[in-house]
Antibody, heavy 119, light 110 residues
Framework: QVQLVQSGAEVKKPGASVKLSCKAS????????IHWIRQAPGQGLEWMGI????????TYAQKLQGRVTMTRDTTSSTVYMELSSLRSDDTAVYYC????????????WGQGTLVTVSS | QSVLTQPPSASGTPGQRVTISCSGS????????VHWYQQLPGTAPRLLIY???QRPSGVPDRFSASKSGTSASLAISGLRSEDEADYYC???????????FGGGTKLTVL
């Protein structure tokens, strides 16, 4: 069965960076794009960007340009998302999700990773 | 401020029918499919409705949805206590080249 398994919770200080992972299984890794979406406490969903696992090309939300980097490792079917210069308002649950096409529906989601930014 | 607009809350008693609206613009709902997600407390969003009105396997037919112009709506009939959750609409936005979501509607079963 399709699974996206994310890394564990992180606590970071303001100004630090965090790198999260999303390991895919149960399907052909390179056939699906991976997106990252975050949800601040008690808030809605915010799309962060997308990576094409085949070539590694990325598109990031304008708001996060310059602070977010998405990479992939095809040998382990894992996608990584690094967010730098962390601020308190980056505290959120971060989800990865897959789609069969660039703008196709997000059909399977990871379980989420809580990132807490606090001094 | 979310790009898609949803009411923050909705409620109903068991057995009732409730609807949740989602309003967008020509660059998102007006041109692309609308999808709906259900998020139970402490869990990841789960795909509930895709491509405006299609149900994934395993989703009861009590859930239905429609789209007209730049708006969409989700309907839940025969309301059950386990339907208590947050519901989000989503659509691809051609202007932003990214996904946009509603702010979420918290459904309470009284």
């Amino acid at each position: 069965q399709v699974q996206l398994v994310q890394s564990g919770a992180e606590v970071k200080k303001p100004g630090a960076s965090v790198k999260l992972s999303c390991k895919a299984s149960g399907y052909t890794f390179t056939n699906y794009y991976i997106h990252w979406i975050r949800q601040a406490p008690g808030q809605g969903l915010e799309w962060m960007g997308i990576i094409n696992p085949t070539g590694g090309s990325t598109t990031y939300a304008q708001k996060l340009q310059g602070r977010v980097t998405m990479t992939r490792d095809t040998t382990s079917s894992t996608v990584y998302m690094e967010l730098s210069s962390l601020r308190s308002d980056d505290t959120a649950v971060y989800y990865c999700a897959r789609s069969s096409g660039y703008s196709e529906l997000l059909d399977y989601w990871g379980q989420g990773t809580l990132v807490t930014v606090s001094s | 401020q979310s790009v898609l607009t949803q009411p923050p809350s909705a409620s109903g008693t068991p057995g009732q029918r409730v609807t949740i609206s989602c309003s967008g613009s020509s660059s998102n709902i007006g041109t692309n499919y609308v999808h709906w997600y259900q998020q139970l407390p402490g869990t990841a969003p789960r795909l509930l409705i895709y491509r405006n009105n299609q149900r994934p396997s395993g989703v009861p037919d009590r859930f239905s949805a429609s789209k007209s112009g730049t708006s969409a709506s989700l309907a839940i009939s025969g309301l059950r206590s386990e339907d208590e959750a947050d519901y989000y609409c989503a659509a691809w936005d051609d202007s932003l080249s990214g996904w946009v979501f509603g702010g979420g509607t918290k459904l309470t079963v009284l």
